[in-house]
């Protein structure tokens, strides 16, 4: 899988828009775009994955740029609740391929 | 919304005792994971477990450890004999197959403490 980074860790206020960033610029091809996030010690929570287009669910948006070696993870809305690790992770879809998690982005959101 | 299961939610035992984790993975789903969790550490990988059998495991998982699917619903981890440093969180998983939708789902864990 692909090395990622993040930055370790960030603030963002109540009711404003979290921008998480990532960079993937190794990113293969075939290799998909996963954010997931971990609500202390709870299992880690899938959040939204992408290939190369822009991705919008219930939670977030995960905006990837054209040459696909960084994205950004959106939370519209930021709320005392999505504190948090967040987890940028590259991987090849299908088959049995595990989750290999890095370090992540702790999130907090500040009143 | 289906979710996966775990059970016990907090497991205390001696060292060099036998555990088992359960997990209840979401129905019809066919992959199934075991991660840990060191407190304060990244979420590393176990093992992998697909038609009936492993598929990749992780150099932390040893003859100590053992995996089984008894019945259609349950996945169980065991360890063997367990060690000081076995004390983690762990967390089982489950995909349901290939194609752009395989995303794991986690469940809520079980912490082992091993004294």
């Known amino acids: 899988d692909a090395k990622t980074t993040q930055p370790p860790s960030m603030d963002c206020a109540e009711g404003r828009a979290a921008n998480l960033p990532c960079n993937h610029s190794?990113?293969?091809?075939?290799?998909?775009v996963y954010w997931y996030r971990q609500i202390h010690s709870q299992g880690p929570q899938y959040i939204i994955h992408?290939?190369?287009n822009n991705e919008t669910n219930e939670m977030a948006s995960l905006i990837i740029t054209e040459d696909r070696k960084s994205s950004t993870l959106i939370l519209p809305h930021a709320t005392l609740r999505d504190t948090a690790v967040y987890y940028c992770?590259?991987?090849?879809?299908?088959?049995?391929?595990?989750?290999?998690f890095g370090i992540g982005t702790k999130l907090q959101v500040i009143p | 919304e289906p979710e996966v299961t775990q059970t016990p939610s907090h497991q205390v035992t001696q060292m060099g005792q036998e555990v088992i984790l359960r997990c209840v993975p979401i129905?019809?789903?066919?992959?199934f994971y075991w991660y840990r969790q060191i407190l304060g550490q990244k979420v590393e990988f176990l093992v992998s477990?697909?038609?009936?059998?492993?598929?990749?495991k992780s150099e932390i998982f040893d003859d100590q450890f053992s995996v089984e699917r008894p019945d259609g619903s349950n996945f169980t981890l065991k360890i063997r004999s367990t060690k000081l440093e076995d004390s983690a969180m762990y967390f089982c998983?489950?995909?349901?197959?290939?194609?752009?939708?395989?995303?794991?789902?986690f469940g809520p864990g079980t912490r082992l403490t091993v004294l």
């Open positions: 992770i590259v991987r090849v879809s299908g088959g049995y391929q595990k989750v290999t």
């Open positions: 190794t990113i293969s091809g075939n290799e998909y």
């Open positions: 998983a489950s995909r349901g197959g290939t194609g752009s939708t395989d995303t794991q789902y």
């Open positions: 129905s019809n789903h066919l992959y």
């Open positions: 477990f697909y038609n009936n059998e492993i598929s990749e």
């Open positions: 992408g290939l190369k």
